[in-house]
T-cell receptor
Framework: SQKIEQNSEALNIQEGKTATLTCNYTNYSPAYLQWYRQDPGRGPVFLLLIRENEKEKRKERLKVTFDTTLKQSLFHITASQPADSATYLCALVGDYKLSFGAGTTVTVRA | GAVVSQHPSWVICKSGTSVKIECRSLDFQATTMFWYRQFPKQSLMLMATSNEGSKATYEQGVEKDKFLINHASLTLSTLTVTSAHPEDSSFYIC??????????????FGQGTRLTVV
């Protein structure tokens, strides 16, 4: 069966450090992978999309890598700030629908 | 980015009653809308896909007679939870797309509706 696993449920880091989140998938052959941010009691907000032929994508302090051989994506938040505290979800398209991992909740301490 | 508005943001209802949740695309025509449910600390689970002017497609295990979806216009889809029970209490989120476009680019989500059935 298809699975999307995000490595940890929660990640606590000090302000200014880099947060690294992992997304592993099985039984998907995605042409691309997406990352979303979800704040408590809110819907997800799109952050980044990376295609299978792209190794790395950046947007401001965010960096995403995509390794289709390892079936893994890494999501980095550099120079983290308390405002980055949220749950981050990875998402893949399979069978014409978007499927999500359970998310990793990041808490950045000032 | 495109704006998707969901209403209400929260609702409390008595067991056995029905609740309607609206999802509107404010600045584009949404031929396809998706309804998700999210339990605490869990992933978003797709419940159904609705296409304007046709019947919704429900995911396995989702009762179509309990979760009624109507997508009568290109800017509005509604989800009605009929005869709600406490186990239906959850966070319901809609997503809208101009076509299948969102499967190739980003998806636009509503702000979600917290349903509590007492």
């Amino acid at each position: 069966s298809q699975k999307i696993e995000q490595n940890s449920e929660a990640l606590n880091i000090q302000e200014g450090k880099t947060a690294t989140l992992t997304c592993n998938y099985t039984n998907y052959s995605p042409a691309y992978l997406q990352w979303y941010r979800q704040d408590p009691g809110r819907g997800p907000v799109f952050l980044l999309l990376i295609r299978e032929n792209e190794k790395e994508k950046r947007k401001e302090r965010l960096k995403v890598t995509f390794d289709t051989t390892l079936k893994q994506s890494l999501f980095h938040i550099t120079a983290s700030q308390p405002a980055d505290s949220a749950t981050y979800l990875c998402a893949l398209v399979g069978d014409y629908k978007l499927s999500f991992g359970a998310g990793t909740t990041v808490t950045v301490r000032a | 980015g495109a704006v998707v508005s969901q209403h209400p943001s929260w609702v409390i209802c008595k067991s056995g009653t029905s609740v309607k949740i609206e999802c509107r695309s404010l600045d584009f025509q949404a031929t396809t809308m998706f309804w998700y449910r999210q339990f605490p600390k869990q992933s978003l689970m797709l419940m159904a896909t609705s296409n304007e002017g046709s019947k919704a497609t429900y995911e396995q295990g989702v009762e179509k007679d309990k979760f009624l979806i109507n997508h009568a216009s290109l800017t509005l889809s509604t989800l009605t939870v009929t005869s709600a029970h406490p186990e239906d209490s959850s966070f319901y989120i809609c997503s809208a797309a101009p076509a299948r476009a969102h499967l190739n680019t980003e998806a636009f989500f509503g702000q979600g509706t917290r349903l509590t059935v007492v």
